[in-house]
């Protein structure tokens, strides 16, 4: 028991000197549109190396599971993007079974596809590819709450966008209210984090949840 304490205010810990490095990071407005502008640019290539590198090179995939049980290799989901673009392969993938739901996803019931049966975790749908700096959870109101790997990283991203919105709406400076439910819910923190990191500070935070429903303690949340 005392070293499973140990080990939790260890992460706590690290999870505070990454919040502070995180802060540290600066991405200017002529960065952001850069970036956005790339990426656009680049889209097709960016999807097609994701379903490379992170699906059909990833064994453990549960996606890659899917679309090979239903007939797609590697060589035909190429084709079909370079043929009919993203939005049409989506939807065609979609039209044949590529898709969960939000009870499969959250493995709440089994995914079945032309009559095989994917029991998969929740774990299974983690990203292998990006180290989590800590982990959140869902609301937590019937049970322990469903566990979310959070990535710096992936927030730093994040900020790109939100520079060019609050460019676009004069917000930078401005302070800002959340709604959103409070911790281990990571949507609301992920709002604090980045606001912050913009120059807008939260100074106050409303939550749809009620804190005494939460199954939950303090450590737990990011745990």
Not at 83 to 109: H, V
Not at 192 to 218: E, H, T
Request: aromatic share 12%.
């Amino acid at each position: 028991m005392k070293m499973n304490m140990i080990t939790k205010i260890h992460k706590a810990i690290k999870t505070c000197l990454a919040i502070n490095r995180y802060y540290e990071t600066k991405i200017s407005l002529e960065e952001s549109r850069n970036t956005i502008k790339q990426n656009v640019s680049r889209r097709q290539d960016n999807f097609l190396t994701v379903i490379r590198e992170r699906i059909y090179g990833y064994p453990n995939s549960p996606y890659k599971r899917i679309l090979e049980h239903l007939g797609f290799s590697l060589k035909d989901i190429e084709q079909l993007i370079n043929s009919k673009g993203i939005q049409g392969a989506l939807e065609e993938l979609r039209q044949k079974g590529m898709f969960l739901t939000y009870l499969e996803f959250k493995c709440s019931q089994p995914v079945i596809r032309n009559g095989k049966a994917f029991e998969f975790k929740e774990e299974d749908f983690d990203n292998p590819f990006v180290s989590a700096d800590f982990k959140a959870r869902s609301g937590a109101t019937r049970s322990k709450g469903t566990k979310t790997p959070v990535s710096f990283v992936g927030l730093s991203k994040g900020l790109t966008y939100s520079n060019i919105l609050f460019d676009m709406f004069d917000l930078r400076g401005s302070p800002a209210v959340v709604w959103y439910p409070i911790l281990p819910a990571v949507a609301g923190l992920a709002c604090v984090l980045r606001y912050g990191n913009i120059g807008c500070p939260q100074v106050q935070w409303f939550s749809m949840v009620d804190a005494k429903k939460m199954k939950i303690n303090n450590f737990d949340k990011f745990n």
